[in-house]
Each structure stands twice: as C-alpha cells, then as structure tokens.
C-alpha cells in the first residue's frame, strides 16, 4: 500500500487509551492515543504475529490476546508474562521486538495513516483543506466531516 489511507474519526480516540483499528490496504494497522499523542503500528504482535486488535474501535491497552503482551506508546513490549522464565528479554531484546511504526495525521476530525512512517503528511492535510469530498484511497467524506463511504472498513480476515 502506498498512500494516506482514511482509517476513522478523531472523536473514536479523543481520550487517553481509546484506540482505532483497521486496514491501510493489505496491512492491518492501529492508532492509539497517548496521553494526548496519536500513535500508529502494524496491528500484529511480534511475538506470534496475531492481529492484537480486532475490532474497528476501543479503549485499553495494546495487549495481544494470544500471549497478553502490552505494548508502549513506542510499540516496545513492556509487559510480558514469563519473561523472566521463559523470554529473558533485557531492554535491548525488548526493543528488538517493537512494534513496526505507521505515519498518523489528523485533520479536519479525520484520522489517516500511512504504512511509511516517514511519509509527509501534507498530501491529507492539503487534500481537505482544498474542500475535497473524495480522497484518493477512495473514502467519501460528507460536508460536515462524516465518513460517508471508506472501502476498507468492512474488511475481514487474517492479516
């Protein structure tokens, strides 16, 4: 996937801990607010490679379900179960494992992402600035900012 891709509303991660998930093409990928600060990862542990959010909106953590990892707000996992037993992981084999990155930008109540982290965000910003209501991943945005039609909402599936 290349491109900005709408993933949803800022209203759905207005507080600390709300989180949003879904696709930016092929790549299942999240957003999570951070006392205030937007994040985006892959949506997929790096520990067995599940999908750790599976519903389109939420809040708590970035917890994997299949081993209960949690991940920072730098996509390090912090709390790992038995990782004094089983992992031994010390900071730098946590930080080998940290969740891959994805550029976020929010504009006009609107959440778009990016699978490269280093993409310039001036294309979404511009695009509705400009009074655009089609955006190029295909999404339709009404005039008072609702999301009228994003293709890749109803995806299901592994990743």
Known sequence: MTGW???GRMADVDGNGRWIAGWAGAIPV????????????????????ARMLTEPA?????????????????????????NDTDFHLDEAGRRALALPPIAVT???GL???HADP????????GWMAAGR??????AVIGTNGVILHRPSAGREGAC
Do not use: E, M
Not at 36 to 41: I, M, P, S, V, Y
């Open 5 to 7: 891709v709408l993933l």
């Open 30 to 49: 999240l957003v999570r607010n951070f006392q205030g600060d937007l994040r985006g990862f892959r949506n997929v542990c790096s520990h067995r490679f």
């Open 58 to 82: 939420g809040k708590g953590p970035l917890r994997c379900p299949y081993h209960a990892w949690v991940y920072d707000a730098d996509g390090v996992p912090r709390a790992i179960p038995f």
């Open 106 to 108: 929010a504009t006009h």
């Open 111 to 113: 959440v778009f992402v």
């Open 118 to 125: 280093s993409a310039d965000a001036g294309i979404p910003l």
């Open 133 to 138: 209501t089609h955006l190029p991943d295909g």
